[in-house]
């Protein structure tokens, strides 16, 4: 289903181009410090880059992301920008592309993960348990806010929107007690005086692709495919393809309360699976690993995804993810 054309599995090395290549970005600062880590990535790698940033739909349209019934609205306007040869890469956050594939553009490489899990930030620092009962909490993610009412039924979920530094703003005039972030944002942008409390996997299972970058090309372009894919790390490459095969077979798209994690530990592919009902009540787990085969990287991926699928599916899955379109 969400199949992609192979990426090749050895770390060769980056062949410069006749030209620099032009990096595609959304304006954020979130977006702006990503795109400018691949370029770094890059001058590393001896290949010479520029920045080209792009406002996009996400970044100007406030209604929360339900209302905009669209897949895609941070990462379309730069993919645009390639299919129109304004840009020769774009670097998304991994978490926000979409698992349909278009077939003029290739995902050629997904660097090293760092930080995968979420944070809550409030200036009292609460933890999950600490948080005063019916305290108000931002947050414009059904699978954050599934897991929390699954642990917390009496706190009052509100949806927040925009970038982070308006998130932020949100929390300090008091719009709410707390709110939900993903780590590596915060991380990446140094906000290390930001009052937050870091959530283990437990207490919060990240999105498919959480904290991961992924940079995609134009499908044609070979010059740009050899200058970039050796930015590809394996074993994140591998470990993000479960999690967003998982989300392809369950048909979640981004705005399902589903939540993966996969990850490569003594040579077996583990993937911690999540399926939750929009109002928290009702939760289905699947952990499981099999053995990894690095020049199969792509099939175990597939395979313990489709595992898993099946397992949450006889379970009754499909059921609870059915209700988010209601
Ligand atoms: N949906 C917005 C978005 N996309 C990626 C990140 C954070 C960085 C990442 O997960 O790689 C965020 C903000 C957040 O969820 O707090």
């Known amino acids: ?63 929360p992301i339900d209302a905009t019934r669209q897949v895609g609205v941070f990462t379309k306007r730069i993919q645009q920008a390639l299919i129109d040869n304004e840009a020769d890469i774009a670097v998304h956050s991994l978490k926000d592309l979409p698992t349909e594939v278009d077939s003029r553009l290739t995902l050629i490489a997904v660097p090293p993960r760092e930080v995968v899990n979420d944070c809550l930030v409030s200036p009292a620092r609460w933890t999950l348990d600490s948080l005063p009962a019916g305290a108000c909490i931002g947050t414009g993610s059904r699978r954050r806010a599934a897991q ?13 929107r925009g970038n982070l530094q308006t998130r932020l703003e949100k929390l300090q005039t008091g719009d709410f007690d707390a709110i939900m972030l993903a780590s590596a944002g915060l991380m990446r942008l140094k906000m290390d005086s930001v009052p937050r409390v870091e959530l283990s996997l437990v207490e919060m299972m990240p999105a498919p692709g959480q904290g991961a970058l992924a940079i995609e090309v134009r499908s044609d372009a070979t010059e740009i495919q050899a200058a970039t894919q050796c930015l590809n790390d394996l074993a994140t490459r591998a470990a993000v ?7 392809a077979n369950l048909n979640g798209g981004c705005l399902a309360p589903i939540a993966g994690y996969a990850q490569i530990l003594e040579g077996h592919l583990r993937l911690d699976a999540l399926v939750l009902s929009v109002d928290g009540s009702k939760r289905l787990e699947d952990s499981r690993s099999i053995r990894f085969d690095e020049n199969h990287w792509q099939t175990c991926a597939e395979r313990i995804a489709a595992e898993a699928t099946e397992n949450l599916a006889s379970r009754g899955a499909r059921e609870l993810i059915a209700e988010v379109r209601l």
């Open 148 to 160: 929390l009412k699954n642990r917390r039924p009496d706190l009052n979920i509100q949806p927040i």
């Open 241 to 247: 393809t479960a999690e967003r095969s998982l989300l």
């Open 1 to 63: 289903m969400s199949t992609q054309p192979p990426t090749p599995p050895s770390s060769e090395p980056c062949s410069s181009p006749s030209r620099s290549v032009r990096i595609a970005t959304r304006y954020s600062a979130l977006a702006m410090w990503q795109a400018e880590h691949v370029a770094n990535l890059l001058s590393n790698a001896g290949v010479a880059t520029e920045i080209v940033p792009l406002i996009s739909s996400g970044d100007t349209d406030m209604r």
